[in-house]
């Protein structure tokens, strides 16, 4: 089992940036594909980006390719999204999920792939 705790969101202006974190308890992190995902008010949950075991495959949402880069650090237990070019369409409530992984490179774009979520972060892009 692993629990996730979300960091990093806030306000910001259109045009600027902001670093999600979101950090994993146990010791069974490595095992699991990660993705983050958002939330904005009156639409379903969706898919931002998602991350294999190995941190070696990666895939964005056509929404935020070029724009945001997920990465993670197995020592650290952690999982971040770094956030360029905000825009006003970008927010929501982010939040971080872990997925079991069969292989180092597989990863998941799908909610229901994911059994553990993370609380959630308030991500504000004013125009």
């Known amino acids: 089992q692993v629990q996730l705790v979300e960091s990093g969101g806030g306000l910001v202006q259109a045009g600027g940036s902001l670093r999600l974190s979101c950090s994993a308890s146990g010791r069974t992190f490595s095992t699991y594909a990660m993705g983050w995902f958002r939330q904005a008010p009156g639409k379903e949950r969706e898919f931002v980006a998602t991350i294999s075991r190995s941190g070696g495959s990666t895939y964005y949402a056509d929404s935020v390719k070029g724009r945001f880069t997920i990465s993670r650090d197995n020592a650290q237990n952690s999982v971040y999204l770094q956030m360029n070019n905000l825009k006003s369409e970008d927010t929501g409530v982010y939040y971080c999920?872990?997925?079991?992984?069969?292989?180092?490179?597989?990863?998941?774009?799908?909610?229901?792939?994911?059994?553990?979520w993370g609380q959630g972060t308030q991500v504000t892009v004013s125009s």
């Open positions: 999920a872990a997925a079991s992984a069969y292989n180092s490179e597989s990863y998941h774009t799908s909610t229901l792939r994911y059994g553990y």
